[in-house]
């Protein structure tokens, strides 16, 4: 026996006398997994290794390069200019194998490609890459949309299952699941796993007049929002996409394509209903209810500023009364901003009310407002609505001159493809740092919303303070909130009546980037400022918990504040489907058992 394979019985032999043991679904694996293999080591798999998987995926292995690593060796070709003039599309970032959305996160990570990628087209491919890299004890991420801010479809040394061709979507006006015979049909939608959001509104609103539950961003990956629990902007009134979710196809870490539904594999179908992406195996499709389209779609938009603290913390108080006594319903959702200047901004949406009904929700809290014009500058306050079938409806859009929507410029670019103008600042950002807390509706109780301002004027001393409302389900519709209580998303969510989230970041950073190094000295000051506008807000919502997907990086209670009492009955899913980890993510379930990078096993506490 030569000295390396003696070394690695004897690690498994300690890992075995520590109390890793194999489940029943271990059975056919070969060992225990210690330690996964880098390109630099010995049983790294061979060119002809690599060669076999090529032509088991019909030829989409890639190797993948760094999204501006031509910048480097040329900054003057047509690659390097390419990228440059992408770098704020995100329809480009995610066409490309080492394309992330956010550039990076102080101290936390930064964007690194995978040796391999294969772009699967077919749940086929995925399985050759998923039985490939456990033969060969690699680092598996998977990727489609590339949004995550944790950096968790992001590995150096890695097999990328990249999905992103994976994203036909199919109407169905009756589905009934596999195995559920004798359930009522229901409409729904299927759609592969690289397809965004954009592509489920086109087909199933501008198309078929319905509605899909889904992410407020048109470029979010519709697996990967599944898995996270999937807030969108109308969520106060449909609850979530993992509430939603009707069948999927999950590829396992045994190689195996299952299909997952309430009567199928309903542990594993529960577990990836909020409980993170790229824990569970890869998700190759997914099947939606879809609803009736309400009518009408609106908004109410606009800036105050106040003059003075004084007057500041006099229209958070108007504020929150008013949110309480009129919005509070399945109606309103979207967010307001609080900001250090003293200005509060509001960014909310409606669905259900034409305009004059939006007009005349908001007409007591503007004209409240223009009262007071010595302590209150106003623009641009509105409130309206519009047919919910044009919402995302680019060409009828562009027809009124409404610019909220921005095209994909590129030639041959899907004409329906664009992203919300809102969304420009975050596309390639570099992360300083992020805090989220879901905010209990108990705060809005008449004897405690002054604590409420309280807390938002002190937390907006430090930092702007963002209440995402429709990432609470609170006033939510008792269906919508029964529905999203059989998921594993923390049941925190149920009882809040927003999201509290407090971030900042520079422009894109990404490596290869010449001029792009960020300031650090600013980014630790920011970060600083964070973590001392959310412990104001911690001191009324104490143990608040975090929506996976808009988080600190750095949480060291991630399992409670992710899933709450939920995670137990998570990690016993994870061993049983995943017993080796195979899938491995950032604060994902299973991940305390694997160093930060995830190559090392280790010991248990």
Sequence with gaps: MDRRSLLKGIAVSVLQFLGWRRSPLQAGARRLVARRVRPSDPSWPSAADWGKLRAAVGGNLLEVHSLFGACESEPDGASCLDAKRNMHNPYYIGDQPAGTQVSGWLGAWTPAPSAYAVAARRAA??????NFARENNLRLVVKGGGHSYQGTSNAPDSLLIWTRAMNKVTLHDAFVGQGCEGHKPVPAVT???????????????????????????TTVGVAGLVQSGGFGSFSKGFGT??????EAEVVTADGLARTV???TNPDLFWAIKGGGGGSWGVVTKVTLRIYELPEFFGWALGKIKAQSDTAFRRLIDRFVNFYSDNLFNPHWGESVRIGPDNTLELSMVSQGLNTQQAKLVWQPFFEWVAASPHDFAALAL????????????VEYRKSKNDSALISDPRAGAPAFHAWWSGDREQVGFFIHGFESAWLPASLLRKERLRHLTDALFESSRHKRVEIQFNKGLAGAPAEAIAAAKNTATNLAALDAFALAVIADGSAPAYPGLSGSVPDLVAARRNAHKIDLAIAELRKVAPGAGSYVSESNYFNSSWQHAFWGRNYPRLSAIKAKYDPNGLFFVHHGVGSEYWSADGFTRLAPR
């Design 382 to 393: 509105d409130a309206g609505a519009m047919k919910a079938q044009h919402w995302w409806d």
């Design 261 to 263: 539904n309430a009567r």
């Design 191 to 217: 759609a592969g796993a690289g397809a965004m959001w954009i592509d489920l509104y086109k087909v199933v609103t501008t198309e078929a007049g319905r509605y899909v539950q889904g992410g407020g961003c």
């Design 241 to 246: 996409s993992a509430s939603g979710l009707l």
């Design 125 to 130: 491919d995925v399985v050759a890459a998923v």
